[in-house]
């Protein structure tokens, strides 16, 4: 398992910069919708949404197209409702209904409403790597890295030192020590981007936003694979699992992070006439 693990990393590591670094805008958002319906496949399957195992991917893939169609500058003005609107509606989605979910105090058995949290969760996901990328490539890697060694932190700090569980009836390997070991872990990273970039060190406190989202989005993936009875949610990474099984801690902390980047552009463009009066 650890070898399979390690062999696709280092395949899919460089392809991955390749592509985020030298793949032009349109390119890199369609590369994203590629990812982004296989995990939307995933989702169906999973949650065993009938005859939509083909089609849910399928109607994922052409929304991100229709989104890719007004890409073009004479629709700038959509294209801002359309990137503000998505984010917020992930960030109202994790910030006060994933919380809810994940307390145990209800659970979804609507078919119609696990389809709509599959786009609440995907959709979102896929507009925070397309305008993070518009943005800066290297501050798309940078928010990346944040989560990965968050993840990484807690698997080995809770499997070193775990003690006190985080949530048992979701996740019993996750640890209270396995929170501790990504924050500090976190800490640390942001502190030398800080110091090798020449930034404010505030950015560590959004650092740990997103360390804390990254493990709300790897705790629903495993209260929905609890529920479906599966140990991944695909098989299509040798050692890894699915789609879903890497970028769960992406799809919360990417939307909230573009959410608030961009909001102060929507603001500006969408309301320019409202931003100037209340200056």
């Known amino acids: 398992m650890l070898k399979a693990r390690v062999l696709t ?16 805008e349109v390119y890199w958002a369609l590369l994203m919708l590629v990812i982004i319906t296989i995990g939307a496949w995933e989702w169906a399957s999973m949650n065993r949404l009938g005859g939509g195992q083909w089609l849910y991917p399928a109607v994922t893939f052409a929304i991100g197209l229709l ?9 700038v003005f959509i294209q801002q409702h359309l990137l ?24 979804i058995r609507n078919q119609v409403g696990v389809a709509i949290i599959g786009w609440v969760i995907l959709i979102p996901t896929w507009l925070a790597f397309v305008s993070l990328h518009r943005i800066q490539p290297g501050l798309l890697l940078a928010l990346m890295v944040a989560v990965w060694i968050a993840d990484s932190a807690a698997y080995f700090a809770g499997k ?41 060190p ?18 629903l993936e ?21 789609v879903l099984d890497r970028i769960d801690g992406l799809t919360s902390s990417l ?17 320019p006439l409202w931003a100037s009066v209340s200056q």
């Open 84 to 107: 503000f609107w998505g984010l917020l509606a992930s960030a109202i989605f994790w910030t006060f209904f994933v919380p809810i979910w994940l307390s145990g105090r209800f659970r």
């Open 67 to 75: 989104a890719v169609a007004v890409t073009d500058t004479s629709y």
């Open 255 to 271: 939307p909230l992070a573009a959410f608030f980047i961009y909001f102060p552009l929507y603001y500006h463009y969408a309301y």
């Open 160 to 200: 070193r030192f775990g003690r006190h569980k985080l949530a048992p009836k979701i996740s019993p390997g996750k640890t209270w020590e396995g929170v501790l070991g990504a924050w500090l872990a976190v800490s640390v990273y942001g502190l030398i981007l800080c110091s090798t970039l020449g930034i404010t």
């Open 9 to 24: 990393s280092l395949v899919l590591i460089p392809l991955f910069l390749a592509a985020l670094f030298y793949l032009p």
């Open 222 to 242: 495993s209260l929905v694979k609890r529920h479906a009875e599966v140990k991944d949610s695909g098989r299509l990474l040798p050692g890894h699992g699915g």
């Open 202 to 219: 505030w950015i560590i406190l959004g650092l740990w936003g997103i360390t804390v989202l990254s493990i709300m989005g790897d705790l």
